[in-house]
């Protein structure tokens, strides 16, 4: 498979797939002389969503943020205005342009300005140093910046970096009481101002096409820039509605990174449905109530930690809502607690899962109404499973990753989730070994170590690298970390494998008590597991500390690895 080469474009034609379909030897009576046309051929792209949203309903609310209001008509005029812009200013399709924002109006405009220039959208994380940015910078060949203020120093640091300059574009904010100045030639407002509002923008002629970059975490080497089309943009977009069942016209909180997988394809899903988009630029638990209250807002997204500040505000803080609000999860399996505390709320919880190489997520713990019935507790447990394939994935299931055998169906083998559909990822740039060993065999490998039960549902058990073999036996860490979860005083718990002498490897417990609760022992959260988990099982250490996390909000077990190494137990199991 060939990588995208040096100063080369993200062209479909860089790619090479191995594992698509080989034409069909026969050909059906009726294909014959009728040939695709531009009239019932058209390539996919989610940038149609917002063209029809501003033609159908142009005086509807489609962004908020603090005093700003702005309707279909005006964020589509402003997103065209983008693209011209960014013409005008020589940068050519199929190059890269990049964005260092929080979710701020700018952030959304961009996920369809960008690309209406035929351009590739590299929405950087926010929370990563200079050394990480200017990798990724010159990586990706960003040939222009959107940069926040709060992110000044740290893109003019990774620039530095760099032997081509891109052009730095500042984005004023003015709900940013930050003192930083700009770093950029010019500021946001002046460049749209320099854009037309009617640019004769051209959709993608090949759904192939690259529509955005996103990168890995890179915890293990240097992060993976993966590559978007235009139809799994499309598609992942349309599931969102599916999955969820949202109607026309949806209030939706962005608590979710817009640079995280594009914000689940959300900003294109929101444009296809014409709702509206509230801007968040940090989270705060606190602030979420209130935004959820002050502006019916009807659903958000968020890993675990987002529900765990929810329920973890202080009594007085906290809402019970009078309107139906969904919040759909991933990232991590929320602890069973977790998601019956936000449900006390008034919050539909809907767990989903995926990856950055699939859009991000392409499975739902789809509901039946049967469990409707059961206990608050015996719901949660379930929610908390990884579910079933969403609509546009084509296929999903947990097999031996050598080779390909699906396990059985009886919630206790072990293999690894694999997939399949037109929302898995074009591949890595410019990483074609990489590429190849992540699409082996016709399937994506996920790396997420899962059981499948009878009636179908996925449930992970660990990350390949993350189980704990102890004796011999495996020891799912999702497992104990949620047994641990359920004792009152518990606000967060990772669990790691340390080595052991005897065992090979033992679980080693990273708490972090909720303030104001009182003692809390090593030997009291051994004896609560002791209650839930069978006792190979038991962590044989406990540590109380922060738990590090990554850009993402996601835990960084292999910090926790490397200080588990550090703790000498001498226990006996």
Not at 495 to 524: H, M, N, Q, R, S
Not at 527 to 537: G, M, P, T, W
Request: contains cysteine.
């Amino acid at each position: 498979m060939a990588s995208l080469a040096p100063n080369k474009t993200l062209s479909h034609k860089t790619f090479n797939n191995k594992t698509k379909s080989a034409k069909p030897i026969m050909t059906s009576i009726f294909e014959q002389d009728l040939p695709p046309t531009a009239a019932n051929h058209v390539a996919l792209s989610p940038l149609t969503f917002i063209e029809r949203s501003a033609a159908v309903y142009p005086d509807y609310p489609a962004v908020v943020h603090g005093q700003t209001r702005r309707t279909w008509a005006e964020t589509w005029a402003r997103c065209r205005r983008l693209a011209s812009a960014l013409e005008k200013r020589g940068i050519q399709p199929g190059q890269t342009v990049a964005a260092m924002l929080p979710n701020v109006p700018a952030m959304f405009e961009a996920h369809f300005g960008v690309p209406l220039a035929g351009c590739v959208l590299n929405t950087l994380n926010i929370r990563l140093d200079a050394d990480a940015i200017g990798y990724m910078l010159a990586h990706g060949e960003a040939r222009a910046i959107l940069v926040d203020p709060e992110f000044a120093e740290v893109i003019q640091a990774a620039v530095a970096t760099l032997e081509s300059k891109p052009l730095i574009i500042d984005v004023a904010d003015p709900e940013f009481l930050g003192e930083t100045q700009g770093i950029g030639e010019l500021e946001y407002e002046a460049l749209l101002a320099e854009g037309d509002p009617e640019y004769a923008y051209q959709l993608p002629s090949d759904e192939w096409q690259a529509i955005s970059l996103n990168y890995t975490s890179g915890t293990t080497g240097k992060p993976k820039g993966v590559v978007y089309h235009h139809r799994g943009a499309y598609l992942n977009a349309v599931s969102n509605i599916l999955e969820w069942a949202m109607p026309h016209h949806p209030v939706y909180l962005w608590t979710l990174p817009m640079f995280h997988c594009n914000g689940w394809c959300f900003p294109w899903t929101i444009a296809a449905n014409a709702g509206v988009s509230v801007c968040l630029r940090k989270v705060d638990p606190k602030r979420i109530t209130d935004l959820i209250a002050a502006e019916g807002v009807t659903h958000f997204s968020g890993a675990p930690i987002v529900l765990n500040g929810l329920v973890n505000l202080p009594a007085e803080q906290k809402r019970v809502f009078d309107h139906p609000v969904k919040v759909t999860t991933a990232g991590a399996a929320p602890p069973a607690s977790v998601i019956a505390g936000v449900e006390k709320l008034g919050i539909e919880v809907t767990h989903v899962y995926g990856l950055t190489e699939v859009y991000g997520p392409v499975t739902v713990c789809a509901w039946h109404a049967a469990w409707d019935e059961l206990p608050l507790e015996s719901r949660a447990k379930l929610k908390s499973r990884q579910g079933v394939r969403y609509h546009m994935l084509e296929a999903l299931c947990v097999a031996d990753p050598v080779t390909l055998e699906p396990v059985a169906k009886d919630g206790q083998t072990i293999g690894e989730i694999l997939m399949r559909g037109n929302n898995v990822m074009k591949g890595y740039l410019k990483n074609a070994e990489a590429t190849e060993k992540a699409l082996e065999g016709g399937w994506y490998h996920t790396g997420d170590l899962a059981v499948w039960h009878a009636d179908g549902y996925i449930e992970i058990k660990d990350r390949s690298k993350d189980i704990i073999i102890s004796g011999g036996e495996n020891i799912s860490t999702i497992e104990v970390e949620d047994a641990i979860y359920s004792h009152p005083a518990v606000e967060e718990a990772a669990v790691v494998a340390k080595p052991d002498e005897k065992w090979g490897e033992t679980p080693c417990a990273f708490v972090k008590l909720k303030i104001g609760y009182g003692e809390v022992t090593e030997a009291d959260i051994i004896a609560h597991c002791r209650k839930h988990l069978a006792s190979f099982k038991v962590p044989k250490t406990v540590v109380f500390s922060e738990l590090p996390k990554t850009s993402t909000g996601k835990i960084q077990k292999f910090v926790l690895r490397e200080e588990a190494r550090q703790h000498q137990s001498g226990e006996q199991q």
